[in-house]
């Protein structure tokens, strides 16, 4: 939500530095900042205690030295008006100010916006000459941010995380490598398993009424929604409403471990499920419903190995520290949880295997996997 403020205001920027007591505060480079963003987010997850992060910026040229001057009494004004407990730094050096609020109890964000706003306003037309601050646009980024995971184009709030959407520099080359592993393995996959698909698309039609192909919308990076594609392995107009209870229970950490067609074996999912059709449990256990998820890698909503995509109300059930595992990956085909713990951990446990992929994968750290799915697969879907 963008704000802007105008009204007549009067240049005290000379003041002297060593009557201002905020002068002895540090402002954060643009790096600084954005780490202390990262961690303020991990902290608040923990927390539960919202924060609140607000950008400042000018609509003059980027190369204006007017711009700058004008930058820089916006960090003057800042300074002494934000609390010591906030940061104050540089979210884009040179262009963007940015403040974190932290510590809030907000329960009327209307009313915190609307506080906040007249008084950083005070202080920067008290700060700011009438066209610097006329010019001066702010916007405000409450974190948590509310995810809904039904925007086609994502439900977070891309500001919050900067990080996430622009890789680290080292990591630029390996994007281009995993994308190059994705499309290359993929076209081969499709190539040499056609016949596979297309037997499977007739045994389908064969034993079951219903299309070939089930269609499901699924959540990927970002909160992005997309198509998601499986072999149907259930029957048609099934009521998914037990599936959705048992989801909601196992992100809560509520669910039972259930018992795999009778034997000893237990595991977190719905097992004997009565939706699926006799060679619907053929093609889950041997994960054959997986192959058309070929189709969401080409087209780019997919990589071969990373998180599994949820289903929006999957998405809705979610703690905050759980959305991370949609950030900073594609979704997957398999990844580390496929090849480790599969359906035998709790969900928390899962989501800890996604975020330990997320800060860690390389091309060879896919590459193993990759590897390691087959032996996953014989061992059984579950």
Known sequence: MALLGMDKASSTRNRAAAENPAEEREVLAEEAFLKAL????????????????MLLETGQSPRSTARRTALDGVIAALLPTTRATDVVGWYQGGSIVGVIFTGLSVDDKNVTL????NKVNTALRSELTFDEFSQISISFHFFPDSWHGDGEDGSNDPALYPDCFTPAN????????????????????????????VGLALAIKATSEGPVFFRQKRVGQHGRLFTFLKFRSMYVNNDHSVHREYVSQLIAGNAERMAVNGSD????????????????????????????????VLLGDMSLVGPRPPIPYELAAYQTWHRRRLLQVKPGITGLWQVTGRSRVTFDEMVRLDLQYATTWSPLLDLRILLQTPAAVIKGAY
């Not at 609307?114 to 706003?117: F, R």
């Not at 490598?177 to 016949?195: E, F, T, Y």
């Not at 074996?265 to 070929?294: C, F, H, M």
């Open 114 to 117: 609307s506080t906040l706003l």
């Open 265 to 296: 074996d237990r595991v977190y999912k719905l097992a004997n499920d009565k939706r699926i059709t006799p060679l619907g449990k053929i093609l889950r256990k041997t994960s054959l419903d997986e192959l058309p998820q070929i189709f969401n």
């Open 170 to 197: 080292g990591r630029v080359g390996f994007l281009g490598i995993k994308r190059a592993m994705d499309v290359s393995v993929s076209l081969m996959m499709l190539l040499a398993g056609l016949p596979v698909f």
């Open 38 to 53: 990262a961690l303020e987010r991990k902290r608040s997850e923990r927390s539960k205690n919202p924060f609140l992060l």
